[in-house]
Each structure stands twice: as structure tokens, then as C-alpha cells.
């Protein structure tokens, strides 16, 4: 598992992600901590994007809670 604050393309986080980052983490806060979080916030948004949802899955709708 890396580590890494910049994925192996040396890009950094999108702006949303620096942003919540940012207002995630406590004062003092330090521009590696920001980066770490928001990459690990965008890998999270990923997989959550990922995964397969159907009307089975929404409790509202009658499906498993």
C-alpha cells in the first residue's frame, strides 16, 4: 500500500478534495496532511462509484438496510 501524498504521475488532488480535505483536518494543518487526505477522500469516492447499486439496496424503496 503506498504511501504517497502525489499518485505516480506526480498530479495533484482536484480542487474538491483539497478543499474538503482542508476543512477536515484541525489547525495547524500541514500541505502533506491536506494532500494525503484528499487523496484517500478521491480513492474513496472511486470505489464508492464503483460499486453496483440497485433498487434491492435502498432500504427506502423496500431493499436491504
Not at 440497485?54 to 432500504?59: I, K, L, M, N
Amino acid at each position: 500500500m503506498t504511501t504517497s501524498n502525489k499518485p505516480p504521475d506526480g498530479r495533484q488532488p482536484p480542487p474538491w478534495a483539497l478543499d474538503q480535505a482542508s476543512e477536515e483536518l484541525d489547525e495547524p494543518r500541514d500541505a502533506r496532511d491536506v494532500r494525503a487526505l484528499a487523496w484517500r477522500l478521491v480513492r474513496e469516492s472511486e470505489e464508492r462509484a464503483g460499486e453496483r447499486h440497485d433498487e434491492y439496496d435502498d432500504p427506502d424503496q423496500g431493499g436491504e438496510a
